[in-house]
């Protein structure tokens, strides 16, 4: 089982960043998706959620109305649109799968916002 986190990097405040997590290994239309991050010092959090077929999304909400989830389940791929970010969204972002008792995670992708 793989989940590889990739498209972060250093963006100035307003900026946007695309996140993508490639998942190999498990059958990835079965299962949720979400995205989660954790800054220094904090606890791990959650971001956005997206059920298995895409249908229903939630998102935590300081990154409502900025932030969107989607998945390609022909290419085993999940994605987080960031726009507007802020300081604050400073973190390392992973993926994480998961079906009942079943969960993967990523290794992460650092973001940072900084001018």
């Known amino acids: 089982v793989q989940l590889v986190e990739s498209g972060g990097g250093l963006v100035q405040p307003g900026g946007s960043l695309r996140l993508s997590c490639a998942a190999s290994g498990f059958t990835f239309s079965s299962f949720a998706m979400s995205w989660h991050r954790q800054a220094p010092g904090r606890e791990r959090e959650l971001v956005a959620r997206v059920t298995s077929a895409g249908g229903i999304t939630n998102y935590a909400d300081s990154v409502k109305g900025r932030f969107t989830i989607s998945r390609d389940n022909g290419k085993n791929t999940v994605y987080l649109q960031m726009n507007s970010l802020k300081p604050e969204d400073t973190a390392v972002y992973y993926c994480?799968?998961?079906?009942?008792?079943?969960?993967?995670w990523g290794q992460g992708t650092q973001v940072t916002v900084s001018s």
């Open positions: 994480n799968a998961r079906l009942y008792s079943l969960g993967y």
